[in-house]
């Protein structure tokens, strides 16, 4: 009878196997897919690295019947399609993959935007009712309170009934701020200028939700609130920011009165490209003095 010990020298053997297959394809220049390889800190060994491989076109699928229809089915969606398994579990890369992406999306909404990115775009900070990231998550209504020390420094900083006002809220991913942001706002901000419209002093506001743009619209009557917001991650990004749109929010706004632009990151609406598109919404916004579902009408 195989022991224990015999069990366990096999099983390790054939995982060292399948690692240096994988990071011999890997750092193949004629593999489709190529991936950069990291040395484990344990033995010194080169590894795949996993976060680089694109969801798109990443199979574990041996021998498909159909690699073309595979290649296709693919293209159309990062989701986990034909990561294949190792009989009713998935595979150690995939899952791997999947532990990583999981991790990711908690440090997106745990993390806090970088202090040092808000000052580089020149915005201000306030903040809603809610005292820490626990109270945040917990009670998505203070999110959208700004609170009175917030109220009296807007009321300082920014001046009244401005064409345009924009904010930038931290939401629930830091990173899709941090990603993003810089390359949307520039964009934004010249394209606005073109329109000929006038733009409030734009800031900050830490822990909010998207209904805050309604006590804002409260205390600084604009034409157009912009709201850029990081999106709730998920295991495909955890970098997705959306700009909400509103004419003339306030506390008898409701969600249909608002015009969205979602998916902005550099796997889906490019953030330099967004900023364009989103002004001109504002201008169409600002023009049809109405949004949500009555610019539709």
């Not at 159909?66 to 009989?87: F, H, N, Q, V, Y």
């Not at 595979?91 to 909404?109: I, T």
Request: charged share 30%.
């Amino acid at each position: 009878m195989i022991s224990e010990k015999d069990i366990r020298e096999l099983v390790e053997s054939v995982i060292k196997e399948l690692n240096l297959k994988e990071t011999k394809e890997c750092l193949d220049v004629s593999n489709p897919e190529p991936t950069k390889a990291v040395e484990d800190s344990d033995n010194g060994e080169m590894l795949p690295d996993l976060g680089l491989r694109d969801l798109t076109t990443w199979t574990e699928i041996p021998n498909p019947q159909d690699p073309e229809g595979l290649a296709r089915l693919k293209s159309t969606s990062p989701a986990r399609i034909g990561i294949w398994r190792a009989g009713t579990r998935f595979k150690v890369n995939p899952w791997l993959r999947f532990k990583m992406d999981v991790a990711a999306a908690k440090d997106a909404v745990l993390k806090e935007v970088d202090p040092e990115l808000i000052e580089k775009l020149g915005l201000f900070t306030v903040q809603t009712v809610v005292k820490d990231k626990d109270e945040y998550l917990t009670r998505p209504d203070l999110g959208r309170k700004l609170s009175e020390e917030a109220k009296e420094k807007i009321l300082q900083e920014c001046p009244k009934s401005p064409d345009v006002q924009f904010v930038v809220c931290d939401g629930l991913s830091s990173r899709a701020i941090e990603a993003n942001a810089m390359d949307f706002i520039p964009a934004f901000e010249a394209a606005i200028k073109n329109y000929g419209l006038k733009m409030g002093k734009p800031f900050f506001v830490k822990y909010a939700r998207v209904a805050v743009m309604d006590e804002i619209g409260e205390l600084l009557n604009p034409e157009v609130l912009v709201e850029l917001i990081g999106e709730r991650p998920g295991l495909v990004t955890a970098k997705s920011m959306s700009a909400y749109m509103c004419y003339k929010p306030n506390k008898n706004t409701i969600e249909s009165d608002r015009t969205l632009v979602s998916n902005i990151h550099d796997g889906g609406l490019p953030p330099i490209e967004a900023g364009a598109h989103v002004a001109s919404i504002v201008k169409k916004i600002f023009d049809a003095k109405a949004s949500g579902l009555k610019l539709n009408k």
